[in-house]
């Protein structure tokens, strides 16, 4: 047997290219696995983006679905022959899944819409206190603010920027973090209404007596205090609950009196504080994908007014006064 060292060198150079190869191919293997990882999480990344623009643009179709529910209101009453109050049980008021009602969205057999949701609600802001237009007056009887919290309320409002405009409140936090308010006040004692669910930044200052909270309704000066829970009770119809079809509404201040059997004296001047119709409105829209794992929101404040809420300055009517939207989980 020939064992010379020349024929052990090829030996040993046949077996060196081979563990080379192996190396080789274990390093080309480890890449390509590599890759198509690389390439599949891209891929899911992808379909997450294009559902989180779905839902996103799910969510801003649902505002400017609310939009025009509020914008052609007026036509709906005067073609039925219905005032111009705004009343919860009406149809604006009710929250609504396009899904449910359907003809908005096509069904994409790749990303079913089944169990997705798409819901805005309406919220009336004159059915609150606006801290930037309500009297003095009215602000004093509000539950939680104190004497001094109302005066540099009222200071704040009186306060000029360079421009000589009012430098007013723009949201509700601004409220929330002023000494004098702790947690009672602002959540509610035992569950009951706190100032976040009477106070708003928007609104014109005159409080819809239609929409109003019982606790908003308590702080109009001069107003009897059990007049509130009255209107209340009548609003809510015979099942007592607020929001269902057999609510009642006013149709002007002067018919308060009359449903209610309230006598003058302990209603008040309502006319100065009150009215039966609203121009400032909040919607907020939600919209899901992927069974509820990606949620997009979309929060809009819009005005039917032909004034600005924080200023003097004359606007068009049906304008947006604030938008904000994301997307939550991915």
Known sequence: MDSSPEIGYRRGERGFVLVSVLWILAILTVVSVGFAHRAMLERKMAWYALDQM?????ARGAVERAVAEIFNKSEVDRYYGGGAQWGLEQHW???LDLLEEGGYYTDDPEHPLEGESCVFRIQDCDGRISINHASEEMLSEVEGLSFQVVRRVMARRETRS?????IPYFTMDELRGADGIGED????RRGGEGLRD?????????????TA????????PGLDKGVATTIVEYRAGDDGKIGTPDDHSFKT??????????????????????????????????????????????????????????????????????????????
């Open 54 to 58: 779905q839902a996103q643009m799910m």
């Open 93 to 95: 008021a009710q929250p």
């Open 162 to 166: 360079t421009n000589e405009e009012v």
């Open 185 to 188: 006040d602002w959540y509610g």
């Open 198 to 210: 009477v106070l708003t930044v928007w609104g014109t200052g005159m409080l819809n007596i239609n």
């Open 213 to 220: 909270r019982q606790a908003a309704l308590a702080c109009v």
């Open 253 to 330: 201040l002067e018919e308060v009196a009359e449903r209610t059997g309230l006598s003058p004296e302990k209603i008040g001047d309502l006319n100065t504080y009150c009215t039966v119709g609203s121009t400032y409105f909040t919607i907020e829209a939600c919209a899901t994908r992927r069974q509820g794992k990606i949620r997009a929101y979309c929060t809009s404040v819009i005005t039917t007014a032909t004034s600005s809420p924080f200023s003097d300055q004359v606007q068009e009517t049906q304008t947006v006064l604030y938008w904000r939207e994301g997307v939550l989980g991915s």
